[in-house]
């Protein structure tokens, strides 16, 4: 079945570590993105890459880093730099064709908590 | 600065009552705006409204924009324990200068049905 993963489901981060997030989509999508999501707050926009070898800063930016050397794939790393790491972080991709979004298809999340 | 304001931001029913969720928004270069349902995990895709006055329907839930006001309504009829969920607007606008879209998130509605 066609879908995106995430992993892991929950994660554990100490003090001045850097940890990375997997996103594995097998959807085709040209387009992916990943969001925080906080306690009575929307969703927030961390990175998204729109084309292999390209990315860009979203709202949030700071304290994270992202790769996208394969269409499937677009981790996001998050840093020892960003302060408040905890939170549910969405990874999500769309078809992105022509230059105009499509839909935006979500995978499962990964909780991030710091010890 | 993009805003998408949801109301309520939570709401308790009972079963069977019909329940409306409203969605305002203010974006330069506006595309489209969807509703997302999330229950314990990510956002699962509802709707997408890109004209005004055009309903559409799922089932119980229904949705249609006003892009003349700058609001969209979800409606859901005979609500059920298994609608109880956070709905999510979200409205996607081109990024200026990026050639790209962005999509907006409100903060949500949790919508709670008791038996």
């Known amino acids: 079945d066609g879908g995106i993963t995430q992993s892991p489901k929950y994660l554990f981060r100490k003090e001045g570590q850097n940890v990375t997030l997997s996103c594995e989509q097998n959807?085709?999508?040209?387009?992916m993105y990943w969001y925080r999501q906080d306690p009575g707050q929307g969703l927030r926009l961390i990175y998204y890459?729109?084309?292999?070898?390209?990315?860009q800063k979203g709202d949030i930016a700071e304290g994270y880093s992202v790769s996208r050397e394969k269409k499937e794939s677009f981790p996001l790393t998050v840093t020892s730099a960003q302060k408040n790491p905890t939170a549910f972080y969405l990874c999500?991709?769309?078809?992105?064709?022509?230059?105009?979004?499509?839909?935006?298809?979500f995978g499962p999340g990964t909780r991030l908590l710091v010890l | 600065e993009d805003k998408v304001v949801q109301s309520p931001l939570s709401l308790v029913v009972h079963e069977g009552d019909t329940v409306t969720l409203n969605c305002s928004y203010e974006?330069?270069?506006?595309?489209?705006l969807l509703w997302y349902k999330q229950e314990k995990k990510a956002p699962t895709f509802l709707f997408m409204l890109?004209?005004?006055?055009i309903e559409k329907k799922s089932g119980r839930l229904s949705s249609i924009l006003d892009k003349k006001e700058l609001f969209s309504i979800l409606n859901i009829t005979a609500t059920q324990t298994g609608d109880s969920a956070i709905y999510l607007c979200?409205?996607?606008?081109?990024?200026?200068?990026?050639?790209?879209?962005?999509?907006?998130f409100g903060k949500g509605t949790k919508l709670s049905v008791i038996p």
């Open positions: 974006v330069t270069n506006f595309r489209s």
């Open positions: 999500a991709s769309s078809r992105n064709s022509g230059g105009t979004q499509e839909t935006q298809y």
């Open positions: 890109t004209s005004s006055g």
């Open positions: 979200a409205v996607e606008a081109l990024l200026s200068g990026a050639g790209s879209y962005q999509l907006t």
């Open positions: 959807l085709n999508h040209d387009a």
């Open positions: 890459s729109q084309i292999v070898n390209d990315f």
